[in-house]
């Protein structure tokens, strides 16, 4: 599991990550959430030692930072853009990390063996790294960071530059490895930490600004609910009189399409929609709820940093 | 050891697997045929003199050739991020490289040892002599190369850190060329702490002591730098 305990990183002066502190379970996958330059890579690059805390602390599998050998030793790291030695082949990479992390001559071939069938790589075992897409490249970087079956994963947006068909075994993957290991990966695809993910952790400007499950946080950060409605022909009485109940009225852009926000959450803001409707004897040909999304989550918790 | 013997291992899959390494050793053998070859028939001197006293210059320019992708390339290309969450110690890291360099160059010497033998058909060739000065070779080498380890240590681009070990190596041959012009004072400093006149002493045949441990000293100052340098990446 991952214990981190008020975690800062200065550069110079300017703080990357100010006091973080989080946990994660064993047997849980956490997303990391956050706008460029929020401080995800350096969050993991601190857990993974590559780079010592300013202040404050973390244990990793039990390990304390300082022991960061111990660390190393107990995690699989994929770091932002997959390094690796691109003049090698893929099996001899492998092997060379393998032996790096002091898998036995025995194991060796066959854990890379099973990971190669695992991430899909028996065609281009022997082939150059350079010779390789990125995706395949992304492939490498995440058989050579479980290749000694780590108890903890950190991977650093593990799908980038992945086709949809890999996009969706590598989820699969990681959400089969975080039934049994403590997993850690940051992503920019919202949808794909919906899906992977069993809780999620929005940090901006370093700082952490929410942690829950998505669920959670959608309830956290709602404010009102929103509906959406067209009529079949103008429903503009209907959103008179839906006025006077508070209920703001936005345009969707199609011909009587509307979205009805409500600031109140407990209102039952369909059926009173569905009783003007009828009151000014308009039609309503369709209408939805729609529900407070991560992507909702998102925006509004870093909304001043613009994108993600 | 088992790390510093893998990434030993890495390093000579990635010259064999390049053409920097072939292109290296290639050019190495030719210009050192060159200068043994040049004594022997230009001037008719069949002894290996002459091409020893040319070695530091020819080691001059290819141990920072050798050296300079070393760690320079781990940085620029981001696989420095990799090797440090590796669970490794950074000595090892540097020893480990130093180790895959130092091999390389003992394959090199070795290839040379065709020309002694080839003079021992032609006469009879001084043995002791000749075994000296190729450890003396060996151990200048080794110096030259933590000094080229070091330029790599210092810069992401391999260029710059041939450039810089090239520059730190000319200086020393340059002071070391320059030894009756200094202050008298200077030159008793000069030459206790030169490796080149360190090397030239072993050349004579005598491998004394002091020679060995100021080349041996050399070799650990700069293998402790560029470990210094390697460790203080974090921190900056």
Same mark, same amino acid.
């Given at each position: 599991?991952?214990?981190?305990?008020?975690?800062?990183?200065?550069?110079?002066?300017?703080?990357?990550?100010?006091e973080?502190?989080?946990?994660?379970?064993?047997?849980?996958?956490?997303g990391?959430?956050?706008?460029?330059?929020?401080?995800?890579?350096?969050?993991?690059?601190?857990?993974?030692?590559?780079?010592?805390?300013?202040?404050?602390?973390?244990?990793?599998?039990?390990?304390?930072l300082?022991?960061?050998?111990?660390?190393?030793?107990?995690?699989?790291?994929?770091?932002?853009?997959?390094?690796?030695?691109?003049?090698?082949?893929?099996?001899?990479?492998?092997?060379?990390?393998?032996?790096?992390q002091?898998?036995?001559?025995?194991?060796?071939?066959?854990?890379?063996?099973?990971?190669?069938?695992?991430?899909?790589?028996?065609?281009?075992?022997?082939?150059?790294?350079d010779?390789?897409?990125?995706?395949?490249?992304?492939?490498?970087?995440?058989?050579?960071?479980?290749?000694?079956?780590?108890?903890?994963?950190?991977?650093?947006?593990?799908?980038?530059?992945?086709?949809?068909?890999?996009?969706?075994?590598?989820?699969?993957?990681?959400?089969r490895?975080?039934?049994?290991?403590?997993?850690?990966?940051?992503?920019?695809?919202?949808?794909?930490?919906?899906?992977?993910?069993?809780?999620?952790?929005?940090?901006?400007r370093?700082?952490?600004?929410?942690?829950?499950?998505a669920?959670?946080?959608?309830?956290?950060?709602?404010?009102?609910?929103?509906?959406?409605?067209?009529?079949?022909?103008?429903?503009r009485?209907?959103?008179?009189?839906?006025?006077?109940?508070?209920?703001?009225?936005?345009?969707?852009?199609?011909?009587?399409?509307?979205?009805?926000?409500?600031?109140?959450?407990?209102?039952p803001?369909?059926?009173?929609?569905?009783?003007?409707?009828?009151?000014?004897?308009?039609?309503?040909?369709?209408?939805?709820?729609?529900?407070?999304?991560?992507e909702?989550?998102?925006?509004?918790?870093?909304?001043?940093?613009?994108s993600? | 050891?088992?790390?510093?013997?893998?990434l030993?291992?890495?390093?000579?899959?990635?010259?064999?697997?390049?053409?920097?390494?072939?292109?290296?050793?290639?050019?190495?053998?030719?210009?050192?045929?060159?200068?043994?070859?040049?004594?022997?028939?230009?001037?008719?001197?069949?002894?290996?003199?002459?091409?020893?006293e040319?070695?530091?210059?020819?080691?001059?320019?290819?141990?920072?050739?050798?050296?300079?992708?070393?760690?320079?390339?781990?940085?620029?290309?981001?696989?420095?991020?990799?090797?440090?969450?590796?669970?490794t110690?950074?000595?090892?890291?540097?020893?480990?490289?130093?180790?895959?360099?130092?091999?390389?160059?003992?394959? %090199? *010497? #070795? !290839?040379?040892?065709?020309?002694? +033998? /080839? @003079? =021992?058909?032609?006469?009879?060739?001084?043995?002791g002599?000749?075994?000296?000065?190729?450890?003396?070779?060996?151990?200048?080498?080794?110096?030259?190369l933590?000094?080229?380890?070091?330029?790599?240590?210092?810069?992401?681009?391999?260029?710059?850190?041939?450039?810089?070990?090239?520059?730190?190596?000319?200086?020393?041959?340059?002071?070391?060329?320059?030894?009756?012009?200094?202050?008298?004072?200077?030159?008793?400093?000069?030459?206790?702490?030169?490796?080149?006149?360190?090397?030239?002493?072993?050349?004579?045949?005598?491998?004394?002591?002091?020679?060995?441990? %100021? *080349? #041996? !000293?050399?070799?650990?100052v700069? +293998? /402790? @730098? =560029?470990?210094?340098?390697?460790?203080?990446?974090?921190?900056?």
């Open positions: 599991m991952i214990q981190a305990e008020r975690l800062t990183r200065l550069f110079g002066r300017t703080p990357a990550v100010r973080l502190s989080f946990h994660v379970h064993r047997g849980e996958v956490m990391l959430l956050g706008p460029n330059g929020a401080g995800k890579s350096t969050t993991m690059k601190m857990l993974t030692c590559f780079l010592p805390p300013s202040s404050g602390q973390a244990r990793v599998n039990g390990h304390s300082d022991d960061s050998l111990a660390v190393r030793r107990s995690i699989g790291y994929l770091p932002e853009n997959a390094p690796m030695y691109i003049d090698l082949d893929v099996q001899t990479h492998l092997r060379f990390v393998g032996r790096m002091g898998l036995p001559q025995g194991t060796l071939a066959d854990r890379i063996a099973e990971m190669a069938r695992v991430c899909g790589l028996e065609q281009v075992l022997r082939r150059r790294i010779e390789l897409s990125k995706g395949y490249r992304q492939r490498v970087g995440l058989a050579a960071s479980m290749l000694h079956d780590p108890a903890c994963l950190i991977l650093d947006e593990p799908t980038t530059g992945l086709d949809p068909n890999q996009i969706s075994e590598i989820r699969q993957l990681i959400r490895l975080g039934e049994s290991k403590t997993v850690l990966l940051s992503s920019h695809v919202l949808a794909e930490v919906e899906a992977v993910c069993d809780r999620v952790m929005i940090i901006d370093g700082q952490l600004r929410a942690i829950g499950t669920e959670e946080l959608a309830r956290q950060a709602g404010d009102g609910q929103t509906l959406y409605v067209r009529f079949l022909d103008d429903g009485s209907v959103l008179e009189m839906l006025a006077t109940d508070g209920v703001e009225a936005e345009a969707t852009g199609e011909v009587n399409g509307w979205w009805l926000h409500c600031p109140d959450a407990d209102m803001l369909a059926e009173r929609t569905f009783r003007a409707a009828v009151a000014k004897d308009v039609v309503i040909v369709e209408m939805h709820a729609r529900k407070t999304s991560l909702d989550v998102f925006h509004r918790l870093t909304a001043s940093r613009g993600a | 050891m088992r790390v510093v013997w893998a030993a291992w890495k390093e000579w899959r990635i010259m064999l697997d390049t053409p920097l390494g072939y292109v290296v050793a290639t050019a190495f053998l030719l210009v050192s045929g060159f200068f043994f070859g040049k004594n022997l028939f230009l001037f008719g001197q069949a002894e290996m003199r002459g091409y020893f040319l070695l530091p210059l020819l080691l001059l320019f290819f141990a920072p050739a050798m050296a300079m992708r070393m760690l320079a390339e781990e940085r620029h290309d981001g696989s420095d991020e990799l090797l440090a969450t590796l669970p110690r950074n000595w090892e890291i540097m020893l480990g490289k130093y180790v895959a360099l130092l091999g390389q160059m003992l394959l %090199l *010497l #070795l !290839a040379t040892c065709l020309y002694p +033998l /080839s @003079l =021992s058909l032609l006469g009879t060739i001084d043995v002599q000749i075994a000296a000065s190729y450890l003396a070779a060996l151990l200048l080498a080794a110096c030259y933590a000094i080229g380890l070091y330029a790599s240590s210092l810069t992401k681009r391999t260029i710059v850190a041939y450039v810089l070990g090239l520059g730190m190596l000319l200086g020393m041959y340059l002071l070391d060329a320059a030894l009756s012009t200094l202050p008298p004072e200077w030159q008793d400093v000069v030459a206790l702490l030169s490796p080149i006149m360190h090397y030239r002493y072993m050349l004579r045949g005598v491998v004394g002591l002091e020679h060995v441990v %100021l *080349l #041996l !000293a050399w070799t650990w700069f +293998l /402790s @730098l =560029s470990w210094f340098q390697w460790e203080r990446r974090a921190w900056q």
